[in-house]
């Protein structure tokens, strides 16, 4: 006898709604990630030494991206001895995009390689590029998305506030 | 009525409903590409302009008279940022 139409329509419905995956918000712990590096090794967050991590997701493709890789190198290379700790995890499908973008905009801060965006999941991006500054234990202090020039002075000055702290 | 008659009529009728249930969410089940996923959108050729110079016209002309930019293209961020 065939299933109940009703049980039939029921399990179809239960089974198109998917279940939608929580933003990332302030206050609470960052999932922790394992990506590789590239040069093969791993590169893990939080590493316990950072006091504060600047971790940005961004693809080749993105033209916001290309314009705050300066921004990173110079956050990385003024505060990095006050232990803030900059990670680009990147997200092209093709490892080969992101190689020549790092050609093109060189970065001096730490990069890890996700082509299948395992962490954009579990950070549940709502854009690109997007970034979160995270304390010392992995708490989200701020979310940020997208990225402008003019947004330079602001994320600076909250990254200066928090290193400031004892 | 023969019980093999009233087993195709509850087919008939599971079946009804499922093309039914189908037809009702069409393609709103449908995920649309997350923001990182949209590496293949951004490119140039995937822009509804065929000829890059016209579009930068257009969108000079149409930035002086919206005092606005952006939001022509998937590259710039698919957040409205740029």
């Not at chain 1, 990173?72 to 973008?101: C, H, P, S």
């Not at chain 2, 930068?56 to 939001?71: L, M, P, V, W, Y």
Request: overall charge positive; proline content about 7%.
């Amino acid at each position: 006898m065939p299933a109940s139409p009703l049980f039939t329509v029921a399990a179809l419905l239960a089974l198109l709604l998917a279940v939608p995956a929580h933003a990332l918000e302030t206050g609470t712990i960052a999932p922790t990630l394992s990506l590789p590096q590239r040069d093969g090794s791993s590169l893990h967050m939080p590493d316990g030494r950072a006091r504060l991590t600047y971790v940005d997701f961004w693809a080749s493709w993105c033209g916001p991206c290309r314009q705050s890789f300066p921004w990173l190198n110079r956050m990385q290379a003024r505060y990095a001895a006050q232990g803030l700790r900059v990670v680009g995890i990147n997200l092209d499908a093709k490892t080969a995009d992101a190689e020549r973008f790092l050609q093109e905009v060189p970065a001096q801060f730490e990069i890890a390689l996700d082509p299948q965006a395992q962490s954009a999941k579990r950070y549940a991006l709502k854009g690109m590029p997007s970034a979160a500054l995270l304390a010392a234990d992995g708490r989200v202090i701020a979310v940020h998305q997208g990225f402008r020039p003019g947004d330079a002075e602001a994320l600076e000055a909250l990254i200066k506030s928090h290193l400031d702290k004892p | 009525m023969s019980g093999g008659s009233w087993i195709q009529r509850r087919a008939r009728v599971a079946g009804m409903m499922v093309c039914a249930s189908l037809l009702l969410t069409a393609c709103g089940t449908l995920q649309p590409p997350q923001p990182w996923q949209r590496g293949l959108l951004a490119k140039p050729g995937m822009r509804l302009e065929a000829d890059p110079l016209q579009q930068r016209f257009d969108q000079h002309i149409q930035t002086s008279k919206e005092n606005a930019s952006g939001g022509s293209g998937i590259g710039g961020g698919g957040c409205g940022c740029n």
